[in-house]
């Protein structure tokens, strides 16, 4: 687990409820003395699950606040006498936002800025932005929309003045047993014919306990402003099929809007300022940050920090990381092991 002291802290997740959320709140509560753990979210049903599992009568520090990101006056009273905000609320589907696109820019967009003004008005600490493989040269809407978020964090780090806070931003890929995933669908049909996308489709995959771990370790190595993106690997879509049913038969329907048939997390052009250390690499930004850098304003500060400090290494001229040439996939077995813990 990530040697970073919380102790006292005053934490807020926004989408709390959600997949990352759920789990994000257990290894906090079960793992640190924190002094207010806030689970922010629209969803009161879930909020009202969420408190049965974890009620504030067996954990004081819990507070469950309704609200939603695109209204800035309730995240400005959510936000008082908070340390660290965790960012994960976001509408994800892919499909669902092509052909809802205002709703996403509302939420994922608006609802960022919403959350960055907040942070400012409430001299937040440090804040942690959840993104997506998708936002890396996006061609669907959904991807388009965390882009737009995870410039709008890094670029926030320009206008913090004389505040200290941190904002990064975490890029990670699917979790492979969560809501909304390929797998329940699979597991309902029962040995029936498997819909497949692509036979020769790859996806980036994490586990739900992996990506709460990697936001606390990049919390700890936070400096503000950069992308943090971890060393995960692979899956063939082909390969879940045969872990659920290595019989079944399969028909190829297309690729639905805005699917790529590979995902990436790192471009050719973000790997020219890319970074690498043991279990993550680091997008470092391409705007000369003036928070947390000497009088001189020297641009390449955040870099050294990283090369020296953090003893990162320089990538390969052409360097990308993209989940069809990553060079760990994961077997058959092991994908079965992933689902049968998950479902």
């Known amino acids: 687990m990530p040697g970073i002291d919380l102790k006292n802290s005053r934490i807020l997740i926004t989408g709390g409820t959600g997949t990352f959320g759920k789990a994000f709140v257990k290894k906090i509560l079960y793992n640190y003395k924190i ?5 922010f979210s629209r969803d009161e049903f879930k909020q009202y699950e969420m408190s049965k599992k974890f009620p504030t009568s067996k954990y004081p520090c819990m507070r469950y606040f309704i609200g939603d990101v695109r209204d800035k006056d309730r995240l400005n009273q959510a936000f008082d006498n908070i340390d660290i ?3 994960a609320a976001a509408l994800k589907q892919v499909d669902t936002a092509e052909y809802n696109p205002f709703e996403y820019i509302s939420t994922n967009i608006m609802g960022a800025e919403n959350v960055i003004r907040a942070s400012l008005n409430n001299n937040i600490k440090q804040v942690i932005a959840l993104s997506t493989d998708k936002a890396a040269s996006p061609i669907n809407l959904y991807g388009a929309t965390k882009l737009c978020s995870d410039k709008l964090f890094i670029a926030a780090n320009n206008i913090t003045g004389s505040k200290k806070i941190k904002f990064s931003v975490v890029r990670y890929g699917n979790v492979l047993g969560s ?24 996806r980036f995959n994490i586990t739900i306990d992996q990506a709460v771990n990697f936001v606390l370790t990049c919390m700890k190595h936070s400096f503000g ?20 049913n290595p019989s079944c038969k399969i028909k190829t329907i297309g690729i639905r809007p805005g699917e790529k048939l590979h995902e990436e997390m790192i471009t050719l052009s973000d790997g020219f300022n890319s970074l690498e250390l043991k279990n993550f690499f680091v997008i470092l930004p391409r705007l000369n940050l003036s928070k947390n850098y000497n009088k001189t304003q020297n641009e390449y500060v955040l870099k050294n920090y990283y090369l020296k400090k953090k003893k990162a290494k320089r990538l390969p001229e052409n360097f990308s990381y993209n989940s069809r040439n990553n060079p760990k996939y994961l077997s058959i077995k092991e994908i079965k092991k992933i689902i049968k813990d998950n479902f």
Not at 35 to 39: F, Q, S, T
Not at 225 to 244: C, L, M, N, Q, T
């Open 85 to 87: 905000v965790i960012h």
């Open 225 to 244: 402003g950069e992308i943090f993106v971890p060393k995960i690997p692979s899956y063939r879509i082909i390969d879940v099929v045969k872990a659920i």
């Open 179 to 202: 809501r909304g995933s390929v797998v329940p669908m699979f597991l309902s049909l029962n040995g029936k014919e498997f819909p497949v996308t692509d036979k020769r489709m790859t």
């Open 35 to 39: 002094k207010r753990l806030v689970v």
